[in-house]
């Protein structure tokens, strides 16, 4: 189903900012929605953040609203997650992952392929 | 918001039949998904659309439901399906996971 490479993860502060790629490959890009998803230490999947193919529409968890801006270069193959304010509860490795459908949440839409993560430390 | 909810652990022999519920209010209305993720891989679809396996998923995984419990069951287990599964849906095109559940095969 396609190829995920993740980049951009690191150390940042508290209210710091960062900004995660996800350069993509074996497929279609525009054709699918794209989805972030972060797992903290210990701690199960959360699904953050996805846009449609086009673009235009973005859908966000409610924990990372009015902090994270999510966003798509379909002429570079590549998905980005801006990071804005961050905290120490946004310590994770984070996913891109490609949904199986062009809108992404839809009932029958799920995560057909997944990048191999990036580690996202927030500490002073 | 919603939630789905899992298991923590589960332990089974290699051999038998591991079981993992999920379960979640109104889930009967919705489609479940579930993700096998081992340490230091991504996470992998093995089940889509309730109960379809995904080329290359092996026979023995399988999902089965019962009102607002879905379950996905691991037929005659062996060692390499030691992983942590994740159970997700959607609720208003918010995907929603369990928390997981660790599946030791002793």
């Known amino acids: 189903e396609g190829q995920l490479l993740e980049t951009g993860g690191g150390l940042v502060q508290p209210g710091g900012s960062l900004r995660l790629s996800c350069t993509a490959s074996?497929?279609?890009?525009?054709?699918?929605?794209m989805t972030w998803v972060r797992q903290a230490p210990g701690k199960g999947l959360e699904w953050v953040a996805a846009v449609s193919g086009s673009g235009v529409t973005t859908y966000y968890a409610d924990s990372v609203k009015g902090r994270f801006t999510i966003s798509r270069d379909n002429s570079r193959n590549t998905l980005f997650l801006q990071m804005r304010g961050v905290r120490a509860d946004d310590t994770a490795v984070y996913y891109c992952?490609?949904?199986?459908?062009?809108?992404?949440?839809?009932?029958?839409?799920?995560?057909?392929?997944w990048g191999q993560g990036s580690l996202v430390t927030v500490s002073s | 918001s919603y939630e789905l909810t899992q298991p923590p652990s589960v332990s089974v022999f290699p051999g038998q039949t591991a079981t993992i519920p999920c379960s979640g209010d109104?889930?009967?209305?919705?489609?479940t998904y579930w993700y096998q993720h081992k340490p230091g891989q991504s996470p992998v679809v093995i089940i889509f659309?309730?109960?379809q396996r995904p080329a290359g998923i092996p026979e023995r995984f399988s999902a089965s439901r019962d009102g607002d419990t879905v379950t996905l069951t691991i037929s005659g287990t062996q060692p390499m399906d030691e992983a942590d599964y994740h159970c997700?849906?959607?609720?208003?095109?918010?995907?929603?996971f369990g928390a997981g559940t660790k599946l030791t095969v002793l």
């Open positions: 109104r889930l009967q209305e919705k489609y």
């Open positions: 074996g497929f279609t890009f525009d054709s699918y929605g």
């Open positions: 997700q849906a959607w609720d208003s095109s918010t995907g929603v």
């Open positions: 659309q309730e109960t």
């Open positions: 992952a490609k949904n199986a459908r062009i809108e992404p949440g839809a009932d029958l839409d799920w995560f057909d392929s």
